[in-house]
């Protein structure tokens, strides 16, 4: 069974940062990509950030020059980073990742971290 925990979700000011993690287990043979999802109240989810098959990184837009992603391949875990946030980044981050496993190849979600900017 593949589980991702996410951690390092919470409040934050205006301007401030944030370190979120996600970490792959079980019976994890690879991944073929993995990132983070954003989803805001009334809103649907989104892509924030995430590592492609072929290895390149795909950014939003609004986050771009902000947040930074990084991944730890031996410990299946990534990290997002945000930096400068905003009221508008006010959201529950989700981890995803495709990946192959005991049980087949599919996509595994994470429960999701809050995440709220605001003085």
């Known amino acids: 069974q593949v589980q991702l925990v996410e951690s390092g979700g919470g409040l934050v000011q205006p301007g401030g940062s944030l370190r979120l993690s996600c970490a792959a287990s079980?019976?994890?043979?690879?991944?073929?990509?993995m990132g983070w999802y954003r989803q805001a109240p009334g809103k649907q989810r989104e892509l924030v950030a995430r590592f492609t098959n072929g290895g390149s990184i795909n950014y939003a837009d609004s986050v771009k020059g902000r947040f930074t992603i990084s991944r730890d391949n031996a410990k299946n875990t990534v990290y997002l980073q945000m930096n400068s946030l905003k009221p508008e980044d006010t959201a529950v981050y989700y981890c995803?990742?495709?990946?192959?496993?005991?049980?087949?190849?599919?996509?595994?979600w994470g429960q999701g971290t809050q995440v709220t900017v605001s003085s």
């Open positions: 079980g019976s994890i043979f690879s991944i073929a990509s």
């Open positions: 995803n990742a495709f990946l192959r496993g005991v049980v087949g190849t599919g996509g595994y």
